[in-house]
């Protein structure tokens, strides 16, 4: 399994980026791909995630904003970012399991992971 992430950059507040994983050797509906993200000095937290390509999950602070979504032909899983945010700004990653044992949200559930992409947003 191989995750490529690109498509972060810097926007101003109020702006829109769409983050790309493009994904190999997975079957997208035996996997959950989750988007994490790593501010400065913070843990990896979740941004959201879809499982098996049809129940998607945020995290409270992007609900409204985000929209993950899947394109089986093109391979890629995308993370929609309307609304960004100052505090939106961190380090992108998406990642890749076919076992959730302990929630979503626990990154160390995950064995795939892509380089992450940087997403700033300023005021």
């Known amino acids: 399994v191989q995750l490529q992430a690109s498509g972060g950059g810097s926007v101003q507040a109020g702006g829109s980026l769409r983050l790309s994983c493009a994904a190999s050797?997975?079957?997208?509906?035996?996997?959950?791909i989750t988007w994490f993200r790593q501010a400065p000095g913070k843990e990896r937290a979740i941004v959201a995630a879809i499982r098996r390509a049809s129940t998607t999950h945020y995290a409270d602070s992007v609900k409204g904003r985000f929209t993950i979504s899947v394109d089986k032909g093109k391979r890629t899983v995308y993370l929609q970012m309307n609304n960004l945010k100052p505090d939106d700004t961190a380090v992108y990653y998406c990642?890749?399991?076919?076992?959730?044992?302990?929630?979503?949200?626990?990154?160390?559930?995950?064995?795939?992971w892509g380089q992450g992409t940087q997403v700033t947003v300023s005021s």
């Open positions: 990642a890749a399991s076919q076992v959730i044992l302990s929630g979503i949200s626990d990154s160390n559930n995950y064995n795939h």
């Open positions: 050797g997975l079957i997208f509906n035996h996997y959950t």
